[in-house]
């Protein structure tokens, strides 16, 4: 299947500070990117979607202007969390999709988790 | 409302044995499907994907999909304790760039 990194893979931060999650995609262009956020014990929950040179569609209850996503490229998206906050403590993964014809599979990165003290 | 719904578990297995993974989804119209694996503290992995009504084989896994009953399935054949894990079904329920909507997964415990 196609490759999707992620980086950094592990974050500790003060409570404040920003923090920068960069996706890319590694063998294969991503028009769209999507942005995830896991709790422990919890179910995936998409935060948003991040397209191509456009702004990005963030879910109900997800602050915009506290994850900056962007998508400059069509192999690198990224997700600042501006002023994290202990609650902000998560594992972030983005996923990119392949479209072939009729086939479309999502493919994700392996996750960022960030530790807000 | 866009719903796929699946059965928390835990499902347990012993080794060797077949398990069965279901999955029904809310949206009639929907096309594409997708069972992906995820260990505890891993992100999620693809393991299958079904677009066509029957049944699709890779190796040990077998998915099902049955679109007038709106279920999708996920057989794995001579399970193994590394195949425990959560597994997700998510289904595309829109066109183009439409967001995955994904079960809450299906705990599946394989007992040496």
């Known amino acids: 299947g196609a490759v999707v990194s992620q980086h950094p893979s592990r974050v500790i931060c003060k409570s404040g500070t920003s923090v920068k999650i960069e996706c890319r995609s590694l063998d294969f262009q991503a028009t769209t990117m999507f942005w995830y956020r896991q709790f422990p014990k919890q179910s995936l929950m998409l935060m948003a979607t991040?397209?191509?040179?456009?702004?990005?569609?963030?879910e109900q209850g997800v602050e915009k202007d506290k994850f900056l996503i962007n998508h400059a490229s069509l192999t690198l998206s990224t997700l600042t969390v501006t002023s994290a906050h202990p609650e902000d403590s998560s594992f972030y993964i983005c996923?990119?999709?392949?479209?072939?014809?009729?086939?479309?599979?999502?493919?994700f990165g392996p996750g960022t988790r960030l530790t807000v003290l | 409302q866009k719903e796929v719904e699946q059965n928390s578990g835990p499902l347990s297995v012993p080794e060797g044995a077949i398990a069965s993974l279901n999955c029904t989804y809310s949206?009639?119209?929907?096309?594409?499907f997708f069972w992906y694996r995820q260990y505890s503290g891993k992100s999620p992995e693809l393991i299958m994907s079904?677009?066509?009504?029957g049944d699709k084989e890779d190796g040990r896994f077998t998915a099902q999909l049955n679109k007038a009953s709106q279920y999708v399935s996920l057989l794995i054949r001579d399970s193994q304790p590394s195949d425990s894990a959560t597994y997700l079904c998510?289904?595309?329920?829109?066109?183009?760039?439409?967001?995955?909507?994904f079960g809450k997964g299906t705990r599946l415990s394989v007992i040496a």
């Open positions: 079904i677009y066509s009504n």
């Open positions: 998510a289904v595309n329920m829109g066109s183009g760039n439409t967001p995955l909507v």
């Open positions: 991040s397209n191509e040179g456009s702004k990005a569609t963030y």
């Open positions: 949206d009639r119209g929907s096309q594409s």
């Open positions: 996923s990119a999709r392949v479209v072939s014809g009729a086939d479309n599979e999502q493919f």
